[in-house]
């Protein structure tokens, strides 16, 4: 038995996220275990280092799992490849400890989030960008997200309302690349709360279109009022980028 | 009465190509000639730079219009793009001179062809390259790329074999970008007979297979021996990029 560390990329657009749930055919986790499974069959269960959305699509998801078999880690890939969907691949994949845990060990993660501005739309990529259509202010929004900056309690950008564990995150650094077409802004940090980094998008954007201050933002970490958020970015735009440990 | 050149961009993944046939839901000619019907109510007929296969892309596709409205150039082009499917999309519009024709008066097209070298296939790209998943020796591609250019009768890469005109093409450049995991080959001539860019892809990727020698493109030009020419790329890596005047 060994324990491995899988990279994932995938499509979200056709499933209902990462994490299994009654329809395995339409999550991640559920199309990777029915492979692992028929592979070794044994039942194995698939550690992601989060859940995405519906939706939301992955370039550098991390997962791992303790596996039975004589195959090498290039063969197992290739194994799993050839049985995903094309909207799913492995990267990479190799042995680690034993102890390795994709979601316990994870130490900082970086998304996107890319906003389409131009009114004529992105046919090539309609599926991984909000389809906005027109442009922002982006130095009010590059200006906002300077409160989001360092250690916060973040749950007024989660939508899970009663939080049993800490909502105190820490957002490292926020990126921007900005063409008159698309803003794309990178997120990244040791941990984002259920709908944090879409409900952080949609403040930004609403500030961008002039409808909330920059400092808002600071006043909403500050009080805890979610009755100040705007609403939620549309799940197409999110990519989780990468997992590091 | 004016005539509008637009500038279209669409994934041709879900279409049997530009060119209107039986069933017009399912060409990028059809669609636009239904919603300029639409707008103007009047039979249109709209004149594409040159049919695209069924699966292929085009980022730049020009077409020109005779058109009765009183709509500005960008009141049509939201007109149309607003009933467009998402998967379709026009870039730009202007007034031109009633003589334009984008087919007549082409001067130079750009065609992309894009494949896909890593066995790790690009799940969000995977619609718009051919999915080859092996290392190609590109030099080899690179120095049989050199005898197309310049004037051929290239007919021996055109699948029309009972041409009425001339089947004489100057192809002026080849430009190649490559990485590790894609070789994009940029076609640039005044003209391309029907499926010669996916034939010479076809021969080309024969030839970095080491399957064929460079010299044998020379041969098939000088000779028109079309046994001698390999299969036809897949559709989905085209995509013709541009069209100039």
Not at 20 to 44: R, V, Y
Not at 130 to 136: A, E, M, S, T
Not at 180 to 202: D, S
Not at 212 to 220: D, F, G, K, N, Q
């Amino acid at each position: 038995m060994n324990n491995y560390k899988m990279v994932i990329a995938y499509d979200g657009t056709r499933y209902n996220g990462w994490q299994k749930q009654g329809n395995t055919n339409k999550t991640i986790q559920g199309k990777m275990e029915a492979i692992l499974e028929k592979m070794t069959g044994e039942q194995i269960e698939i550690h992601g280092s989060g859940r995405t959305d519906a939706g939301v699509h992955a370039l550098g998801q991390v997962a791992n799992a303790k596996l039975n078999t004589d195959k090498t880690p290039e063969q197992i890939q290739d194994y799993i490849n050839e049985y995903l969907p094309k909207d799913i691949v492995i990267c990479s994949i190799e042995k680690v400890s034993m102890r390795f845990h994709s979601r316990l060990n994870a130490v900082r993660k970086t998304y996107c989030y890319r906003i389409h501005l131009s009114p004529v739309r992105n046919v090539f990529e309609r599926s991984y960008v909000w389809d906005y259509g027109k442009p922002l202010d982006i130095e009010r929004m590059k200006q906002a997200a300077q409160y989001l900056l360092g250690e916060h309690d973040f749950l007024p950008f989660c939508d899970q309302k009663n939080m049993k564990k800490s909502s105190v995150r820490t957002v490292e650094r926020i990126d921007w690349k900005v063409t008159e077409k698309e803003c794309k802004i990178f997120f990244c940090g040791n941990g984002f709360l259920y709908h944090m980094v879409r409900k952080i998008v949609g403040m930004l954007v609403k500030i961008g279109e002039g409808n909330a201050e920059p400092e808002e933002i600071r006043t909403i970490l500050e009080t805890g009022n979610r009755e100040l958020t705007a609403g939620i970015a549309p799940a197409e735009g999110l990519c989780l980028m990468n997992v590091e440990y």
